[in-house]
């Protein structure tokens, strides 16, 4: 199997290291990492300003359709920007989670206005979605039910830890 770019993503690789290098600070070493430095506060907007530029350039999300911001590429352009990236000190990880998953199963099923609504903002980085997960309370996950409300209504959580399950847990 050949691994080498083709001409024509040789020329896409070169565009993005191009973008890369006036936009972002090439990494020293392996280690450096914006993940690392969680004790920085302004790090979210950091990376809010980032996923932002990456939209307006177009390299955000390449393989998804034009209508929704990105470029209709092939997955293999966005493996490449991916690979430039990394070679970069910048922030990852804050949207991959909605860009990943959430919003692509909303292209799949959502309404128009929803797509109106939602897509762009966190394609850009204005919002940030969250999975979830439950924790490890097997009877009582099975058993919640859930409901809407305008108000703040606190959530029941479950004390179980691993080596001490709570009695709905055992």
Not at 35 to 64: F, H, I, S, V
Not at 131 to 143: D, I, K, V
């Amino acid at each position: 199997m050949d691994f080498n770019d083709t001409p024509e993503e040789a020329v896409f690789r070169k565009e993005v290291r191009t973008w890369l290098d006036a936009n972002a600070t090439r990494k020293s070493d392996d280690k450096q990492s914006f993940r690392a430095r969680n004790d920085d506060p302004e790090l979210l907007k950091k990376a809010k300003e980032w996923q932002d530029r990456k939209a307006k350039a177009g390299y955000a999300r390449m393989t998804w359709p034009v209508e929704f911001g990105g470029r209709g590429a092939s997955p293999i352009l966005q493996v490449i920007y991916q690979q430039e990236e990394a070679n970069y000190l910048v922030p990852l990880g804050f949207f991959d989670i909605g860009l990943g998953m959430c919003i692509p199963t909303m292209m799949a099923y959502a309404a128009p206005e929803h797509l109106t609504r939602y897509v762009k903002p966190a394609l850009h980085g204005q919002e940030v979605w969250c999975q979830l997960f439950s924790r490890r309370c097997g009877r009582r996950a099975r058993t919640t039910a859930t409901t809407a409300s305008s108000s703040p209504v606190p959530i029941p959580t479950c004390p179980s830890t691993p080596a001490s399950p709570c009695s709905s847990c055992r």
